[in-house]
């Protein structure tokens, strides 16, 4: 415990909340910048600034040592930086559970070799006296890179987002039928903007920042007064969903675009259409103006661009090279060059003048859809939309090397019993059988006809059981790489399946909300496991064989009994679908992974929560290393998470 929290204790709750909220700023005024760097490197204090006060108040805190110049050293200023970097960030987490500090903190700052910087984090680590997943590596976009803070309110996707010309106020664009604008200092949301009645896909601010056109696939535009939130007028026109609107420099001018494959150009004071341009064949989904408000450039699901005279309303020139839809474009401030973005995974930068194409820019990846550890916890194969399957040392959390060779996205992958092999499913049909430690494929598996979901491998690690979009399972010989036999039986797509220890029953969960449980040795169903009233998405076995774990699109577990195929209880808890559960090996705990952006930890005789840890994305895929407290994650942004689970028996 720290003198500072020693001192704490012995206050008035009156007293202890005046010290909290003034001491930071007594020692700034006073110039005492030594004690004022101790203070804000004290975990103590963070968190019980936290919990008494809220996490702005904390912030702010950080600003008085930069704005005061008090730190008058480098090392010192660049500290207090890091960790009001690390508390911004996560300001969204924290504001509805404080318990995740620790563990956010850890995640965003475990690189940092610095003396108080590590300090601070084994404070926060020491602090827990509870079970808790402790980040092994920084998985966490780290402070003071990427984006500042993170606003949360909207009820469904985000599409657009505009910032006035002062910075300091934003509007967002959600599929929840609502715009909301945010005060982007403190992070708080100033107001709701309701009209549309159905989602609205992008938003415009003009140059004064008094005004605000919002764009909606209830086929009209809005028009908005940003200083009361009040609609002023809605422009009707379009045909079909309205999915861009730009504003030219003088506020003057409006352009929008639509997937009735034309923009219009519109008179923002009267709210009247001047004019429409066509050409485009598919929907426009994007459009920019030039500074001068002379030129505009249109981006479509034609997979060209086209620049347009915004004066006559002729086309100029059509840009063409994407091979695939084209999402967004913008227009340099010195109107000479464009830059596209396109379901091609390219971005391509263009010369407006001559419309030719300067360059392309390359390299993106896709989300980890799966995740295994192998049976020694040293390795992990991850897979990934990007084709690929990479091996990581789950040690030091680097990349050991990338195995490629599907020719569609890798839905999953399993590793033998000896950690030897590995087996992977792809939306290419197939599976292939790779040698983890060469990283070469051994061979693939041919024979189902819809996309391969998941893949298990049987304790002696002879037979493996796939899971496809065909609705069936295949059986297959690892040795021989010949399919045994079919499982048919479920009415949709088969998502995941496992098999028992001793490698006689195997259980597949289902799009049609089911389980089944199957004879490995004939083939046949054994009994079908309902109750989810969504899909279900994951299944996994007890090491006694006994229970089963299923993860469902209905937000829930379910935990059955395979003698009797009945449901034992329902672990309620996540917001959003459930992607994947995995069990510890001593069969007392599980966890689940969501797209709620939450791993959860369950006591399996209980049912209880017992721990959870908030990422920065849904997460799609878990597994637990032997050991037990090791989990690894994967998140639909393609980062791999190493966590530890602490408080639990072997966690510390």
Known sequence: MSKFKEGLKKLSPKKRLYALETLPGHLAQSVQGERLH???????FIEAKLDAIGVQALIEDYDLARVSDVLLSEGPTETVKLIQGAIRKSAHVLDGDKTQLAGHLLGRLLDFEMPEIQGLLEQGRQSKDSVWLRPL???????????????????QSVYAVAITPDGKTAISASSDNTLKIWDTETGTEVRTLTGHTSGVYAVAIA????????????????????ETGTEVRTLTGHTDSVYAVAIAADGLTAISASSDNTLKIWDTETGTEVRTLTGHTSGVYAVAIAPDGKRAISASWDRT??????????????????????????IAPDGKRAISASLDETLK??????????????????????????PDGKRAI???????????????????????????????VAIAPDGKRAISASLDKTLKI????????????TGH?????????????????????????????????????????????????????????????????????????????????????????????????LTVISASGDNTLKIWDTETGTEVRTLSGHTDPVNAVAIARDGKTAISASLDKTLKIWDLLSGKEIASFSGEHGFICCAIAPDGVTVVAGDVFGRVHFLRSEGVSGGR
């Open 38 to 44: 101790q203070l804000l490197t004290d975990f103590d």
């Open 207 to 226: 140059a004064d920042g008094k005004t605000a056109i919002s764009a909606s696939s209830d086929n009209t535009r809005k028009i908005w007064d940003t």
């Open 382 to 412: 991850s897979a990934s939309w990007d084709e690929t399957l990479k091996i990581w040392d789950t040690e030091t959390g680097t990349e050991v090397r990338t195995l490629t060779s599907h020719t569609s996205k890798v839905t999953a």
């Open 305 to 330: 661009l086209k620049i347009w005279d915004t004066e006559t309303g002729t086309e100029v020139i059509t840009l063409t090279g994407h091979t695939d839809w084209i999402t967004a474009v913008a």
């Open 349 to 374: 930068i263009w010369d407006t003048e001559t419309g030719t194409e300067v360059r392309t820019l390359s390299g993106h990846t896709d989300l980890v859809n799966a995740v295994a550890i192998a």
């Open 137 to 155: 590596k920084a998985n966490l976009e780290r402070a003071n890179e990427g984006a500042l803070r993170t606003l949360v309110g909207h009820t």
């Open 449 to 545: 006809t819809g996309w391969v979901e998941a893949v298990a491998i049987a304790p002696d690690g002879k037979r493996a059981i796939s899971a496809s979009l065909d609705k069936t399972l295949k059986i297959w010989d690892t040795e021989t790489g010949t399919e045994v036999r079919t499982l048919s039986g479920h009415t949709d797509s088969v998502t995941s399946v496992a098999i028992a220890p001793d490698g006689k029953r195997a259980i597949s969960a289902s799009w049609d909300k089911t389980l089944k449980i199957w004879d490995t040795e004939t083939g046949t169903e054994v009994r079908t496991l309902s109750g989810h009233t969504d899909p279900v998405t994951a299944v996994a076995i007890a090491p006694d064989g």
């Open 434 to 445: 790779w040698d983890t430690e060469t990283g070469t494929e051994v061979r693939t598996l």
